[in-house]
């Protein structure tokens, strides 16, 4: 069974701090590891990661993917308080669908 | 432009009713999802169309029931719904299922059941 676990399930921190999401994945006909962030409504897009080693980078954030290890990292550095999300990755199958499995979320909290 | 559209918003039905809600993208994607999300969970895959057919359905109960009219618009039709079925129903594009695209996702119908 495709399998996505992400930790911590949690997290408080302060502005400024950097922080550290992990996302391991077992997904069958594993084609692409993405990230969103979800506030209140639907997810956003921030990444997707097929090759592994090669770092992703958007201003304050940036993600890798380990495909050996069978796992990806989202960073985000110098947090602010708009940061405060839940944050989903999701395994990408190659099949007919391009369907996603989705991981249980890390919930992030930026205290001013 | 990467927006996908849902009507509407909010949607409060008994469980006697027939209601759809309504996906729509402008950005030629020819992949669209429907994904339910119960509170404090990831999403849940429901059914793909792949090239306005439908390519997956993932054990849905037949209460619900998808249609894709044509390439830009994707319907969730719902009958007899159950109090369980409350949840926020997404819709997502992406540009080609057969290849590697991200999904977009609409902000949502927050449905609920009484």
């Known amino acids: 069974e495709d399998k996505v676990v992400q930790s911590p399930l949690s997290l408080v921190v302060h502005e400024g701090d950097t922080v550290t999401l992990n996302c391991s994945y077992e997904v069958t006909n594993f084609r692409s590891l993405l990230w969103y962030k979800q506030e209140k409504k639907a997810p956003t897009f921030l990444f997707m990661l097929?090759?592994?080693?090669i770092e992703k980078k958007s201003g304050r954030l940036s993600s890798i993917l380990d495909k050996k290890e069978l796992f990806s990292i989202l960073n985000i550095t110098a947090t602010q308080t708009g940061d405060s999300a839940v944050y989903l990755c999701?395994?990408?199958?190659?099949?007919?669908?391009?369907?996603?499995?989705f991981g249980g979320g890390t919930r992030l909290m930026v205290k001013p | 432009d990467t927006e996908v559209t849902q009507t509407p918003k909010h949607l409060v039905m008994g469980m006697t009713n027939k209601k759809s809600l309504k996906c729509e993208q402008h950005?030629?994607?020819?992949?669209m999802y429907w994904y339910k999300q119960k509170a404090k969970k990831p999403p849940e895959l429901m059914f793909v169309?792949?090239?306005?057919?439908?390519?997956i359905n993932e054990s849905v109960p037949s209460r619900f029931s998808p249609e894709c009219p044509n390439s830009s618009l994707l319907n969730l039709h719902l009958h007899a719904l159950q109090p369980e079925d409350s949840a926020l129903y997404l819709c997502?594009?992406?540009?080609?299922?057969?290849?590697?695209?991200?999904?977009?996702f609409g902000p949502g119908t927050r449905l609920t059941v009484t």
């Open positions: 169309y792949s090239y306005e057919k439908l390519s």
């Open positions: 997502a594009s992406s540009r080609d299922p057969g290849l590697t695209y991200e999904q977009y």
């Open positions: 999701a395994g990408g199958m190659d099949n007919a669908g391009n369907m996603l499995t």
């Open positions: 950005m030629g994607h020819r992949a």
């Open positions: 097929t090759s592994s080693g």
